[in-house]
């Protein structure tokens, strides 16, 4: 079995998130390099952390006008929690 797959054939990986305290306004931000996301304006962590998981949902929310000609669609669930 390859590294990062499970049993049940799905792929276990994690996604960086890079939580941050901005001292010039006093706000919290957030970033997701991979996906291209950053955030600010959070008045607190926890809100920097909820927002994210907005943002991470937005940018991969289906496109269906962006589909190629011919392409077919494959659809794959995605859960998101907290690594330990």
Same mark, same amino acid.
């Given at each position: 079995? @390859?590294?990062? =797959? ?9 996604? =960086?998130?890079?939580?941050?305290? !901005?001292?010039?306004? !006093?706000?919290?931000?957030?970033? *997701? ?11 607190? =962590?926890?809100? @920097?952390? =909820?927002?994210? /998981? !907005? ?18 669609? *494959?659809?794959?669930?995605?859960? /998101?929690?907290? @690594?330990?």
């Amino acid at each position: 079995m @390859a590294p990062g =797959r499970e049993e049940t054939g799905g792929i276990v990986a994690q996604l =960086r998130v890079e939580i941050f305290y !901005d001292h010039e306004v !006093d706000l919290w931000g957030y970033s *997701v390099p991979v996906l291209s996301i950053i955030g600010t304006g959070c008045k607190t =962590r926890e809100d @920097a952390e =909820r927002y994210v /998981l !907005d943002a991470i949902e937005f940018t991969l929310e289906e496109q269906i006008d962006d589909l190629a000609d011919g392409a077919e669609v *494959v659809t794959y669930e995605l859960t /998101l929690t907290k @690594a330990s």
